[in-house]
């Protein structure tokens, strides 16, 4: 600790005598440092690190009093070191991470070092929620049977996580079964404040999920990052960033009756990105914000990156504490997390007035009606009597401006679904009830059917434009509100009641965010209803929102295909991108828990809930929306159900109780994994050939285009995360290594094996490299294709001659590149293909910071310039100027660009190396040899 703060650490007595210090903000303030009591309450937490945490090193005496100092529309020049309390991982990051913890211990051995050097120094926890796929569903025993095919798929991943868990002191994990990261993280890993050598501190973390921010809904500062940047937070690096804008949202008014939290953060959400607060914290207030449960702010705090932000924060109140006490939490952890934030003047939520913000807006929570967000971007929100009109209007636009291209004549027009014995086995054997035969037999007497299907002959099914194809109660943004979930109940019971039911074919799922949640349906009633409305529990995870749907029978995706059909699905997810939930279904909306049972039962998207039924009664007669909607006091008389402390403490009190398959799986043993023969985990090749002194780095020449692409390319685009077909070169590559189709897997699944996600990146089948021509109907060729001397070939094959021949590529691209999740695949992969610069019109926080962590050179276009305005068309050869030994963050470089016609233009861009570290970063190559070297030097 440096001396010159000294004095403001403090002690703190609770109840029975027991103290603990603390380093006093207040005092801080009393030196007469800076007006810290007038800074935004989440800037102040992070204060409180930086002042613990400076030891006149990495955390110096001048970075404390540039963030006590810190003005709502400075500049921002100024790096914080941020030291974080923990880190939290998802298993389709995190294995990769692991693999390259394990690859670090490999190469100190290798230079005859202490492989043990390389050990987390803040407690990591690993949750196992992306890895369960909805592959049998509206069955009784549908957890089971996804769960038996998740191991099965998976053991070799569990494996190397249990090799993990007992060669890293500080490493553990959440075995599958049990929840999403982030609702165990909100539910269960948050404890209140740290305690360490005596000293008390706020909670704060980083994640390596975009979602990690759901934690801000309890006072917690923490973002989502990429794996690379949390393998260096965790090895002793603080998280370094730019002392960021932070933008105060005023709440005001109260919910009106039948509106949920989906329906507010939606609106928020559609708000704040055409606020473009991309990097800025946003921080709310106001007496609205104080009349929000937790549980509501925790589902806006969720979406902060589908809004752009690094974090929705809400700060600490009493409703926070009786949340403690709702969940579980022991009482002296409640105490002392109430008593610090009341001492530290942190206590209850900020009127309009008390805090200085670099903006301020406005939300009058009166305002919020009943939305949905789709079909493609989760910020595209449309009201609830608007959807019909809405899909309709975007079947015939133009894909620029997010429509479907179609004809139309079209939009009415039905295909039929065909069956044939050959199609209905095979890949999709183990569906079982989802196959089309299922209606025969047990759902016959609690479900509408379609006709009676015979081998060879028509299902007696006929297919349209917007009809529903999955619906799923999934992720995590709303299954951790008990609000939203036993309003989905209640609609169910009052469908089921009035003899409503969902077509069979449409593929129908609830997986809850933990097992809580089915605790308190299964008291209140409701898991029953739902069930027979075909949401039985698929599994404890993220499912549909990740990707993980599952496939939809060869009947079904053959006439989605062969009748280019515009197939909808309806998600209480926050991710709706293309490609992401299925590959054959290309509208995608995000809904309320509630409003997924919906139009589920109406069975198609195109559709005005407020104007036209449901479905008809036992008695033939319509039945409306209004008709089944539950209202807030039916709500509320169960919600004391869904926070029983006894639950909560009962279900977290052994991760290992009733999970057999976890339990069987051999945990294998050493300090340094040996790398057995996998196709899900192997040897990340980024330390090979390291060594202690990092190589040159300078201008780039002679550099050709890999891709051009347009606005709003996400890391789904870039990494996708669900299933491939054996046509892709990962798909190819896994069968000349003897792995069938069946198990292939998902490519989220398969991170841990850099020969498969090298293959994968730019392999989206949405994605659109605007290097290749359109068609006679003006339609660009999806998928991860590129041209090569003129021929269309793989992006990966172009790469891979690419870097034979020794020549460097660039990515070209527009604005927003990298939305989505911190998939930090996306840039390992852009860097393993060779790629050297992406030059794009903007980026998003987390993709750029992960570019930056792999070496690989951000570039954005200035003022007016872009692909289209330079006349790009992917037959240039691209240099790139003023990289030097002496790079300084954000200093502008040139572009020059060789035309084809033999003509040269120069462009200024400016490098988004944005800060210090990040130069030191690109400086060796990335972060990870980085941080290598410094433990080796140590």
């Known amino acids: 600790m440096s001396h010159a703060f000294a004095n403001t650490r403090k002690t703190l007595t609770l109840a029975n005598n027991r103290t603990l210090d603390y380093f006093s903000l207040p005092a801080l303030e009393a030196t007469g440092i800076g007006p810290i009591s007038r800074l935004p309450v989440s800037i102040r937490l992070v204060l409180e690190s930086v002042l613990r945490n400076c030891d006149g090193k990495k955390v110096a005496a001048e970075h404390v009093k540039q963030l006590a100092n810190w003005r709502p529309n400075a500049e921002r020049t100024d790096e914080i070191p941020f030291v974080v309390a923990r880190v939290v991982l998802q298993d389709f990051t995190g294995v990769p991470l692991l693999c390259d913890l394990a690859a670090m211990r490999s190469a100190a051995e290798k230079l005859g070092k202490n492989p043990k050097t390389i050990e987390p120094l803040v407690p990591v926890d690993l949750v196992v929620d992306h890895s369960i796929q909805v592959d049998v569903f509206g069955q009784p025993d549908a957890l089971q049977k996804n769960m038996e095919m998740e191991f099965s798929r998976n053991r070799e991943r569990y494996q190397f996580m249990k090799w993990g868990m007992q060669a890293f002191d500080t490493f553990k994990v959440v075995p599958p079964g049990i929840g999403i990261v982030h609702q165990v993280n909100l539910e269960y890993l948050f404890r209140g404040v740290q305690v360490k050598d005596g000293v008390a501190y706020p909670d704060t973390l980083v994640g390596t999920d975009s979602h990690t921010t759901m934690i801000n809904a309890v006072g917690v500062v923490g973002w989502g990052v990429g794996g690379i940047e949390a393998e260096a937070g965790m090895l002793g690096q603080p998280v370094y960033f730019l002392t960021p804008d932070v933008v105060g949202v005023e709440l005001t008014g109260k919910l009106r009756e039948g509106v949920t939290a989906t329906d507010l953060v939606l609106t928020v959400t559609e708000l704040l990105r055409r606020e473009k607060v991309v990097g800025k914290f946003v921080e709310f207030f106001g007496a609205g914000t104080a009349s929000l449960t937790?549980?509501?702010?925790?589902?806006?705090?969720?979406?902060?990156?589908?809004?752009?932000?690094?974090?929705?924060?809400?700060?600490?109140?009493?409703?926070?504490?009786?949340?403690?006490?709702?969940?579980?939490?022991?009482?002296?952890?409640?105490?002392?997390?109430?008593?610090?934030?009341k001492a530290q003047q942190l206590f209850g939520i900020p009127k309009a007035g008390d805090i200085d913000?670099?903006?301020?807006?406005?939300?009058?929570?009166?305002?919020?009606?009943?939305?949905?967000?789709?079909?493609?971007r989760p910020q595209d929100r449309i009201e609830l009597p608007a959807m019909r009109e809405?899909?309709?209007?975007?079947?015939?636009?133009?894909?620029?401006?997010?429509?479907?291209?179609?004809?139309?004549?079209?939009?009415?027009?039905?295909?039929?679904?065909?069956?044939?014995?050959?199609?209905?086995?095979?890949?999709?054997?183990?569906?079982?009830?989802?196959?089309?035969?299922?209606?025969?037999?047990?759902?016959?007497?609690?479900?509408?059917?379609?006709?009676?299907?015979?081998?060879?002959?028509?299902?007696?099914?006929d297919l349209g434009h917007g009809d529903v194809l999955i619906a799923a109660i999934t992720s995590c943004t709303n299954t951790s509100n008990p609000g939203v979930l036993l309003a989905a109940g209640l609609l169910a019971k009052k469908a089921v009641e009035k003899g409503l039911r969902v077509?069979?074919?449409?593929?129908?799922?609830?997986?809850?965010?933990?097992?809580?949640?089915?605790?308190?349906?299964?008291?209140?009633g409701l898991l029953e209803p739902l069930a027979t409305l075909g949401f039985a529990l698929a599994g404890y995870g993220c499912t549909t929102c990740i990707g993980n749907s599952g496939d939809l029978t060869p009947e079904l995706n053959a006439a989605i295909?062969?009748?280019?059909?515009?197939?909808?699905?309806?998600?209480?997810?926050?991710?709706?991108?293309?490609?992401?939930?299925?590959?054959?279904?290309?509208?995608?909306?995000?809904?309320?828990?509630?409003?997924?049972?919906?139009?589920?039962?109406?069975?198609?998207?195109?559709?005005?809930?407020?104007?036209?039924?449901?479905?008809?009664?036992?008695?033939?007669?319509?039945?409306?929306?209004?008709?089944?909607?539950?209202?807030?006091?039916?709500?509320?008389?169960?919600?004391?159900?869904?926070?029983?402390?006894?639950?909560?403490?009962?279900?977290?009190?052994d991760f290992t109780q009733d999970l057999p398959l976890w339990n069987e799986i051999p945990a294998p043993t050493g300090q340094v994994y040996s790398w057995p023969e996998s196709t899900y985990i192997a040897k990340p090749p980024f330390f090979d050939g390291f060594s202690m002194q990092p190589g040159t780095f300078g201008e780039i020449r002679g550099a050709k285009p890999l891709l051009i692409l347009g606005d709003s390319v996400t890391t789904?685009?870039?990494?996708?995360?669900?299933?491939?077909?054996?046509?892709?070169?990962?798909?190819?590559?896994?069968?000349?290594?003897?792995?069938?189709?069946?198990?292939?897997?998902?490519?989220?699944?398969?991170?841990?094996?850099?020969?498969?996600?090298?293959?994968?990146?730019?392999a989206n089948v949405r994605v659109k490299n605007l290097m290749l021509p359109p068609d006679a109907d003006g339609r660009r060729v999806e998928g991860g294709f590129t041209l090569l001397d003129g021929k269309q070939t793989t992006?990966?094959?172009?790469?891979?001659?690419?870097?034979?021949?020794?020549?460097?590529?660039?990515?070209?691209?527009?604005?927003?590149?990298?939305?989505?999740?911190?998939?930090?695949?996306?840039?390992?992969?852009?860097?393993?293909?060779?790629?050297?610069?992406?030059?794009?019109?903007?980026?998003?926080?987390?993709?750029?910071?992960?570019?930056?962590?792999m070496g690989v050179l951000p570039l954005q276009f200035k003022g007016d310039d872009s692909a289209t305005s330079l006349g790009l068309v992917g037959t240039e050869t691209y240099d790139v100027l003023g990289v030097t030994a002496d790079l300084s963050p954000q200093q502008d470089l040139t572009l020059r660009i060789h035309y084809a016609?033999?003509?040269?233009?120069?462009?200024?861009?400016?490098?988004?190396?944005?800060?210090?570290?990040?130069?030191?970063?690109?400086?060796?190559?990335?972060?990870?040899?980085?941080?290598?070297?410094?433990?080796?030097a140590g």
């Open 901 to 936: 016609d033999g003509k040269s233009r120069d462009v200024a861009v400016r490098c988004r190396i944005d800060t210090p570290i990040e130069v030191d970063y690109y400086r060796h190559g990335g972060i990870l040899p980085f941080v290598l070297r410094e433990l080796m």
């Open 561 to 653: 295909t062969d009748n280019d059909v515009i197939a909808a699905a309806v998600l209480s997810g926050n991710r709706n991108f293309e490609a992401r939930i299925h590959p054959n279904i290309r509208a995608n909306y995000l809904a309320s828990p509630p409003l997924v049972v919906a139009f589920a039962i109406a069975g198609r998207a195109n559709i005005d809930l407020d104007h036209e039924p449901l479905g008809d009664d036992k008695d033939g007669k319509p039945v409306y929306l209004r008709d089944v909607w539950p209202n807030s006091d039916e709500i509320n008389k169960l919600l004391p159900q869904a926070l029983d402390p006894a639950t909560f403490q009962r279900l977290y009190r």
């Open 716 to 762: 789904d685009h870039i990494s996708p995360a669900g299933s491939f077909s054996d046509k892709t070169p990962a798909g190819q590559y896994l069968q000349s290594k003897g792995i069938q189709r069946p198990d292939f897997n998902s490519y989220g699944s398969r991170r841990g094996n850099h020969d498969v996600m090298i293959r994968g990146t730019f």
């Open 503 to 524: 077509q069979p074919h449409i593929k129908t799922s609830l997986a809850p965010g933990s097992r809580v949640v089915t605790d308190y349906l299964e008291k209140t």
């Open 795 to 853: 992006v990966y094959d172009a790469a891979q001659s690419y870097i034979a021949r020794g020549t460097p590529t660039v990515v070209i691209a527009g604005e927003e590149y990298g939305t989505g999740s911190s998939r930090d695949w996306a840039a390992k992969g852009t860097q393993l293909l060779g790629v050297k610069a992406v030059v794009a019109r903007s980026f998003e926080r987390i993709h750029r910071s992960n570019l930056v962590g």
């Open 357 to 376: 913000y670099s903006k301020t807006l406005t939300l009058n929570l009166d305002s919020i009606v009943p939305s949905l967000a789709g079909p493609k």
């Open 294 to 341: 937790v549980t509501d702010r925790a589902t806006i705090a969720n979406m902060a990156p589908e809004y752009g932000a690094t974090m929705g924060f809400f700060p600490v109140d009493e409703k926070t504490i009786a949340y403690l006490r709702g969940t579980g939490r022991l009482d002296a952890e409640i105490e002392a997390f109430e008593a610090y934030f």
């Open 390 to 461: 809405n899909f309709n209007a975007l079947f015939s636009k133009p894909g620029a401006e997010n429509g479907f291209g179609k004809l139309p004549g079209d939009l009415h027009k039905r295909y039929p679904v065909g069956v044939s014995t050959s199609q209905a086995i095979g890949d999709n054997q183990h569906l079982k009830r989802s196959d089309l035969q299922r209606n025969e037999l047990e759902m016959a007497d609690n479900r509408n059917t379609p006709n009676h299907v015979e081998a060879g002959h028509d299902t007696g099914i």
